[in-house]
C-alpha cells in the first residue's frame, strides 16, 4: 500500500530525469568539440602534476572526490533522478578528468611530473572518459526503462484497486442509504404507534372522568328527587290535614245548615269544589306512586347510569330543579302560612262551640221564658254573621287552594317531562354503556398490538446493531481508503499548484502578447487610415496633372491654328480666350468630380470601421470620428455627410443599448418567477414533511440511554420483553406513560411550532430578495 502512493511522483521525476540526462549528454558532446577545453585540461594537468613536493597529499584528495562521485552513482537510485542530476553538474569537470586520469592510465604523478608523453596521456583519457560516460548513461536508460515499466505495472495495479475500492464504497453506501431509510421508517412507526397509544388512552381516562362526573351528578339528582320526595309527602300529610279539618267544619256547616236554610246552597256549592279537589288529589296521589314505583325500579337499576349525558340536559336538569326548589319553598311557606290560618280559625270553632254550650244550657233553662227565646234568637243571628264572616275567610281560602292544585298541575307537567329526559337519558347510558364495553375490547387489542410492537422493536434493535458493527468495519476501511485518497490528493494539488503556476505565466504572457496585438492592430488601423487618405490625395493629384496635361495640349493645338489662321487674328483671339474660359470651367468640374469619389471612399472606409468597432465605447467612436475629421481637412469644419453618419452610429449604438435593457429586464423577471416556485416548492416540502422525520436518531438513542437507568415502563418498551414479563399493565404504570407521552407530544408541537416560525421568517426573507431583485432592475434601467 506505500507503493501507490509514490508513483505519480516517480514517473514525473523518470520522465524529468530522462530529459535532463539527454541534456546533459549534449552538452557534454559540446564540450568536447571545443578546443578551448584541450587547453584548459593541458593547463590544469600540469598545475597539478608539476607540484613535485606535495605528492602524497593531493592523492587523498583526489581518492576522496572518487568517493564522492561512487557514492552519488550509488544514491541515484534511492534520491529522486532530478537532484541526482543536479548534483554531478555541481562538481567540475576538470577535477572528474584529472582523477579518471589516474584511474585509466595508471600514471603515477612523479610520471606526469617528468612530461613525458602528455599529449598521448590525453588523448587516452579522452577516449577512456567518453567510453565511461557513454557505458554509464546506459546504465542509466537501462535501470529507468525498467523503473518506468515497473511503476506502469504498479499504476495499473493500483488503478484497478481503485476501481474495486470504489466499487465496493458505492454499493456500501448504498446499503448505508437502505438501512438509514429502514431505520427512519422504523422510528416513524414506533414513534406513530408510541402517539396513537397515547391518544388512546388520553381518551380512556377522559371517558373514565366523565363517566365519574356522570355518576356524582346522578346521586346528587338522586339526592335530591329523595328530598323532594319527602317535601312531597310532607305536603301530602299537610294537605290529609287540612283535608280532616275541611271535613269537620263541613260538618260543622251542615249543623249550622239545619240551622240555616239559606245557606244550603252555598255549602253544597263548596261540597262540589271539595270533591271535585279531592278527585285531583286522589289522582295526584295516584301518579306520585307511579312516580315512586318508577323511582324503585331506577334505584334498583343503578348500573344503568354509568355513561356520560350531554352537556345541555344538564344544565337543564339542573335548572328546572332549581326552579322546583323554588317553588317548594314557596308552597312551604304559603302550607305555613295555611296551618297557622287554620290554628286560628281551629280556637275560633272552639270558642264557638263552647258559646254553643251555654247557649243550649241557656235554652234548656230558658225554654219557658219567650223573651229568653228572642234574646237567644238575636245572639243566633250575631253568631250567624259571624259564621258567615268565617264563611267568606273559607272561601278565600278554597281559592288559594284552587290556585295551589294549577300550580301542582304545572308541576306535574313537569315532572312529566322530566320523567321523558330520564328515559331519554337512560337510554344513551345504555348506549353509552355499549360504547365502554367496545372501548374495553379496544383496549386489549391495542395492549396486544403495544406488546407486539415492543418486540418488532427489540428485533429492530438488534438488527441496528448488528448493522452498526458492520458499519463500523465498513468505515474503519474507508478511513484506510480515505487516507490513501488524501495522499493521492496531495500528490494531485502539487501537481495542480504546478500547473496553476505554469498556467498563470502562460496567461500573464498571453496577456502581454494581446496588448502587443492591440497595440499593433491599432497602429494598423491609424496607418490604414493614412494610407486611404494619402491614396484619396494622390489619386486626386493624378486627376489634375491628367487635366492640365489635356488642357496644355489642347492649348498647344489651338495655337497651332491661330498661327496658320493669321487673317483672322482677332476673331481666333477672341475665340481662343472663349475657349479657354470653357477649358478652364470644365478642369475645375474634373477636379470636383474627383474629389467626389475621394469622400466616398474616405466616407465607406469609415463606415466599415465604425461597423468593425460598434462593439467598442462611444468615446472612442468619436475619437475615431475626429481624427477622420483631422486627416481629411484639418483647416475645414466636418461636413453634413460626416455628422449624419455621426448619428447613424450614435442611433445604432442607443438600439443596442436599448436591445441590451429589454434582455435584462426579461432575464430578471424570469429570476423572480423561478425564485417564487422554488419558494413555494419549499414550503410546500417542509409542511408536507412529518415532524418525526426531522429529529435525529441520536435523540432515540439518548432516550433508550436514559430509560435503562429507571424502572418503568418505557424501559420495557426500548428494552424489549424483559420488562413486560417483570411487569404487568396497572394504572400507575399507564399514568406515568401517560405523562411521558405528553412531554413527548408537547416537544412534538413546539418543533412544529419552531418550524411554522421559521418557515415565515423565510418567506419575508424570500420577499426581502424580491423586492431587492426589483430595485436592482428599476435601476438597471
Same mark, same amino acid.
Given at each position: 500500500m506505500e507503493t501507490k502512493s509514490e508513483d505519480p511522483s516517480e514517473m514525473k521525476e523518470v520522465e524529468l530525469s530522462s530529459d535532463a540526462v539527454l541534456s546533459c549528454a549534449s552538452d557534454l558532446d559540446e564540450l568536447r568539440n571545443e578546443d578551448n577545453l584541450e587547453q584548459s585540461e593541458k593547463?590544469?594537468?600540469?598545475?597539478?602534476?608539476?607540484?613535485?613536493?606535495?605528492?602524497?597529499?593531493?592523492?587523498?584528495?583526489?581518492?576522496?572526490?572518487?568517493?564522492?562521485?561512487?557514492?552519488?552513482?550509488?544514491n541515484t537510485e534511492q534520491k529522486p533522478i532530478m537532484t541526482s542530476m543536479a548534483e554531478p553538474t555541481t562538481t567540475t569537470t576538470e577535477d572528474v578528468k584529472s582523477i579518471e586520469l589516474k584511474e585509466t592510465t595508471g600514471v603515477s604523478d612523479v610520471d606526469i611530473a617528468a612530461g613525458e608523453g602528455t599529449e598521448n596521456i590525453l588523448d587516452v583519457?579522452?577516449?577512456?572518459?567518453?567510453?565511461?560516460?557513454?557505458?554509464?548513461?546506459?546504465?542509466?536508460?537501462?535501470q529507468y526503462q525498467e523503473q518506468l515499466e515497473q511503476l506502469k505495472a504498479a499504476l495499473m495495479q493500483k488503478d484497478s484497486m481503485i476501481t474495486l475500492y470504489k466499487r465496493e464504497n458505492t454499493i456500501l453506501e448504498k446499503e448505508k442509504q437502505a438501512f438509514r431509510k429502514e431505520k427512519d421508517l422504523a422510528n416513524k412507526e414506533k414513534e406513530s404507534a408510541v402517539i396513537k397509544f397515547a391518544m388512546k388512552e388520553k381518551l380512556l381516562l377522559d371517558a373514565k372522568k366523565e363517566k365519574e362526573m356522570v355518576e356524582k351528578q346522578l346521586l346528587e339528582a338522586r339526592r335530591e328527587i329523595k328530598n323532594c320526595t319527602t317535601r312531597f309527602h310532607a305536603l301530602q300529610e299537610e294537605r290529609s290535614r287540612v283535608t280532616y279539618l275541611m271535613d269537620e267544619k263541613c260538618n260543622e256547616i251542615r249543623k249550622y245548615q239545619r240551622e240555616s236554610e239559606k245557606h244550603k246552597s252555598d255549602y253544597g256549592h263548596l261540597e262540589s269544589r271539595l270533591k271535585y279537589?279531592?278527585?285531583?288529589?286522589?289522582?295526584?296521589?295516584e301518579a306520585k306512586q307511579a312516580l315512586e314505583k318508577k323511582l324503585e325500579e331506577e334505584r334498583n337499576a343503578p348500573h344503568k347510569l354509568e355513561e356520560k349525558a350531554y352537556e345541555k340536559l344538564k344544565i337543564e336538569f339542573e335548572a328546572q330543579t332549581i326552579l322546583l326548589k323554588h317553588e317548594i319553598e314557596r308552597k312551604g311557606e304559603q302550607l305555613d302560612k295555611l296551618i297557622k290560618d287554620t290554628q286560628i280559625q281551629k280556637e275560633h270553632i272552639k270558642n264557638l262551640q263552647e258559646q254553643l254550650a251555654k247557649e243550649i244550657q241557656e235554652k234548656n233553662q230558658l225554654s219557658?221564658?219567650?223573651?229568653?227565646?228572642?234574646?237567644?234568637?238575636?245572639?243566633?243571628?250575631?253568631?250567624?254573621?259571624?259564621?258567615?264572616?268565617?264563611?267568606?275567610?273559607?272561601?278565600?281560602?278554597?281559592?288559594?287552594?284552587?290556585?295551589l292544585q294549577t300550580q301542582n298541575a304545572l308541576k306535574e307537567e313537569k315532572i312529566n317531562t322530566l320523567n321523558r329526559e330520564l328515559k331519554e337519558i337512560l337510554q344513551k347510558v345504555h348506549d353509552n354503556e355499549h360504547d365502554l364495553k367496545q372501548l374495553h375490547e379496544r383496549e386489549k387489542e391495542l395492549l396486544a398490538i403495544n406488546k407486539e410492537m415492543s418486540e418488532s422493536i427489540v428485533a429492530l434493535q438488534n438488527q441496528i446493531c448488528l448493522l452498526k458493527s458492520e458499519t463500523q468495519g465498513i468505515a474503519a476501511e474507508n478511513e484506510l481508503l480515505k487516507r490513501e485518497?488524501?495522499?493521492?490528493?496531495e500528490k494531485y494539488l502539487r501537481l495542480e499548484n504546478q500547473l496553476k503556476s505554469e498556467q498563470n505565466q502562460k496567461n500573464e504572457e498571453r496577456l502581454l502578447l494581446a496588448?502587443?496585438?492591440?497595440?499593433?492592430?491599432?497602429?494598423?488601423?491609424v496607418a490604414k487610415l493614412k494610407l486611404d487618405n494619402v491614396l484619396g490625395d494622390f489619386e486626386a493629384t493624378k486627376h489634375k496633372h491628367g487635366t492640365v496635361i489635356k488642357e496644355l495640349q489642347r492649348e498647344i493645338q489651338k495655337c497651332k491654328k491661330s498661327l496658320e489662321q493669321s487673317e483672322h487674328h482677332h476673331k481666333s483671339c477672341q475665340c481662343n480666350g472663349y475657349h479657354q474660359e470653357e477649358a478652364e470651367h470644365l478642369a475645375e468640374v474634373e477636379v470636383v468630380e474627383s474629389r467626389?469619389?475621394? $469622400? /466616398?471612399?474616405? *466616407?465607406?472606409? @469609415?463606415?466599415?470601421?465604425? $461597423? /468593425?468597432?460598434? *462593439?467598442?465605447? @462611444?468615446?472612442?467612436?468619436?475619437?475615431?470620428?475626429?481624427?477622420?475629421?483631422?486627416?481629411?481637412?484639418?483647416?475645414k469644419t466636418p461636413s453634413k455627410k460626416h455628422l449624419v453618419e455621426r448619428i447613424l452610429r450614435l442611433q445604432q449604438a442607443s438600439a443596442r443599448q436599448a436591445e441590451k435593457i429589454d434582455f435584462l429586464e426579461n432575464h430578471t423577471l424570469s429570476l423572480v418567477a423561478e425564485l417564487q416556485k422554488k419558494s413555494k416548492v419549499v414550503q410546500y416540502y417542509m409542511l408536507r414533511d412529518q415532524t418525526g422525520a426531522l429529529t435525529s436518531s441520536k435523540s432515540d438513542q439518548n432516550k433508550s440511554e436514559l430509560v435503562k437507568y429507571g424502572n418503568g415502563v418505557m424501559s420495557a418498551i426500548y428494552n424489549g420483553i424483559k420488562g413486560a414479563d417483570s411487569k404487568s399493565m396497572t394504572l400507575e404504570l399507564s399514568l406515568e406513560i401517560n405523562k411521558k407521552l405528553q412531554a413527548v407530544l408537547e416537544d412534538t408541537l413546539l418543533k412544529n411550532i419552531t418550524l411554522k416560525e421559521n418557515l415565515d421568517v423565510l418567506g419575508l426573507e424570500v420577499d426581502n430578495l424580491t423586492r431587492k431583485l426589483r430595485q436592482t432592475a428599476a435601476k438597471d434601467v
Open positions: 593547463e590544469l594537468l600540469i598545475s597539478l602534476y608539476t607540484d613535485t613536493d606535495a605528492p602524497e597529499v593531493g592523492s587523498p584528495v583526489k581518492v576522496s572526490l572518487l568517493n564522492d562521485e561512487s557514492s552519488d552513482l550509488m583519457t579522452r577516449t577512456n572518459h567518453q567510453e565511461t560516460c557513454e557505458n554509464v548513461l546506459r546504465q542509466q536508460q537501462v279537589q279531592m278527585n285531583k288529589l286522589n289522582m295526584e296521589t219557658e221564658s219567650f223573651v229568653a227565646l228572642q234574646e237567644e234568637h238575636n245572639d243566633i243571628q250575631n253568631s250567624y254573621s259571624e259564621e258567615m264572616l268565617s264563611s267568606a275567610k273559607l272561601r278565600g281560602q278554597l281559592e288559594e287552594l284552587q290556585i485518497q488524501s495522499q493521492y490528493d496588448k502587443h496585438l492591440s497595440e499593433k492592430t491599432k497602429l494598423y488601423e467626389r469619389p475621394h $469622400s /466616398r471612399q474616405s *466616407s465607406s472606409a @469609415s463606415a466599415v470601421s465604425s $461597423s /468593425r468597432r460598434g *462593439s467598442q465605447s @462611444s468615446e472612442s467612436d468619436t475619437v475615431m470620428g475626429n481624427r477622420d475629421i483631422e486627416f481629411k481637412d484639418p483647416t
